[in-house]
Nanobody, 120 residues
Framework: QVQLVESGGGLVQAGGSLRLSCAAS????????MAWFRQAPGKEREFVAA????????DSADSVQGRFTISSDNAKNTVYLQMNSLKPEDTAVYYC?????????????WGQGTQVTVSS
């Protein structure tokens, strides 16, 4: 089993920045890919960004490219999401996810989420 704990959410004005962290514990050696998803009120959960723990390759949604950066510190079993130039539409609960495969179809491990609120 793998446990994921997010932190770093909060309230920020539009144009500001936040950095989210996701600390993994348990059988972390089994993790291949870690990712961030978000879910805004009344909307479906959507993919934000992902990173491979084996090669460092990343992927991100078009809506956040150029503003959000995903990174990881494998020694600390932690993945980060640096969010710059935040917009009100970025308001959502952000979830960390992990999986044992390179291209997950359904992530099997999920954190509890952290709220990000961007005021206009």
């Amino acid at each position: 089993q793998v446990q994921l704990v997010e932190s770093g959410g909060g309230l920020v004005q539009a144009g500001g920045s936040l950095r989210l962290s996701c600390a993994a514990s348990g059988r972390t050696f089994s993790i291949y890919t870690m990712a961030w998803f978000r879910q805004a009120p009344g909307k479906e959960r959507e993919f934000v960004a992902a990173i491979s723990r084996r090669g460092g390759g990343t992927d991100s949604a078009d809506s956040v490219q150029g503003r959000f950066t995903i990174s990881s510190d494998n020694a600390k079993n932690t993945v980060y999401l640096q969010m710059n130039s935040l917009k009100p539409e970025d308001t959502a609960v952000y979830y960390c996810a992990a999986d044992r495969t390179a291209i997950p179809r359904n992530y099997i491990y999920w954190g509890q989420g952290t709220q990000v609120t961007v005021s206009s």
